[in-house]
């Protein structure tokens, strides 16, 4: 199982990103269901959830200071999660790590998550 994250870069605050989280080894469509979560980690600062959708019933979950600016979502024919990023702002600067757990909620420890991308970069900045 492969996890594969792209579309970080560098972009103004206001902008907007649209990060994928490609799968390899499974697929979306079939046993085991996965649940997909976003995280990040900015330097010196601890790692965060920040979004999730659950393999169940396509819920989506957001953290407070992402809601209502990033959506997730989940293209099963590509077997790719989505996180749509707008009215980014500095503080947004970090890694984005997507990962993936065999259950069908997304909303377990990250400990659970058994399997990692390597992360993207997301800087926001004028």
């Known amino acids: 199982v492969q996890l594969v994250e792209s579309g970080g870069g560098l972009v103004q605050p206001g902008g907007s990103l649209r990060l994928s989280c490609s799968a390899s080894?499974?697929?979306?469509?079939?046993?085991?269901?996965?649940?997909i979560h976003w995280f990040r980690q900015a330097p010196g600062k601890e790692r965060e959830g920040i979004a999730c959708i659950s393999s169940s019933d396509g819920s989506s979950h957001y953290i407070d200071s992402v809601k209502g600016r990033f959506t997730i979502s989940r293209d099963n024919a590509k077997n790719t999660v989505y996180l749509q990023m707008n009215s980014l702002a500095p503080e947004d600067t970090a890694v984005y790590y997507c990962a993936a757990v065999d259950l069908p909620t997304c909303l377990v420890a990250a400990d659970q998550y058994q399997y990692w991308g390597h992360g993207t970069q997301v800087t926001v900045s004028s």
């Open positions: 080894g499974f697929n979306f469509a079939y046993y085991p269901y996965y649940s």
